[in-house]
Nanobody, 123 residues
Framework: QVQLVESGGGLVQAGGSLRLSCAASGRTFSTYAMGWFRQAPGKEREFVAGISWGGRSTYYADSVKGRFTISRDNAKNTVYLQMNSLKPEDTAVYSC????????????????WGQGTQVTVSS
């Protein structure tokens, strides 16, 4: 079992930046893929970004490609989501998730979740 704790959310103006962090514990961090998801009120949860166990492979949803960057530091058991050029439509609760059954990125199969952190982008 993996425990995940996110931090770094908040309120930012459109065009601004935020960096989310997700600290993991409980299982060797470098053995599984990680992902970031978001859910806005009244909308389905969206798979925003994913990263493989070693960090060599990444995935981005079209809605964030070119603006968001996912990275991981296996020495610190932490995954990050750098969000630049934020838009009001990026407003959502962002959650990190661990796919402990896969080293590689998948859109589904994540079995451990953080509590989520609110990101609000004002226009």
């Amino acid at each position: 079992q993996v425990q995940l704790v996110e931090s770094g959310g908040g309120l930012v103006q459109a065009g601004g930046s935020l960096r989310l962090s997700c600290a993991a514990s409980g299982r060797t961090f470098s053995t599984y893929a990680m992902g970031w998801f978001r859910q806005a009120p009244g909308k389905e949860r969206e798979f925003v970004a994913g990263i493989s166990w070693g960090g060599r492979s990444t995935y981005y949803a079209d809605s964030v490609k070119g603006r968001f960057t996912i990275s991981r530091d296996n020495a610190k058991n932490t995954v990050y989501l750098q969000m630049n050029s934020l838009k009001p439509e990026d407003t959502a609760v962002y959650s990190c998730a661990a796919d402990t059954r896969s080293r590689f990125i998948r859109p589904t199969g994540y079995d451990s979740w953080g509590q989520g952190t609110q990101v609000t982008v004002s226009s």
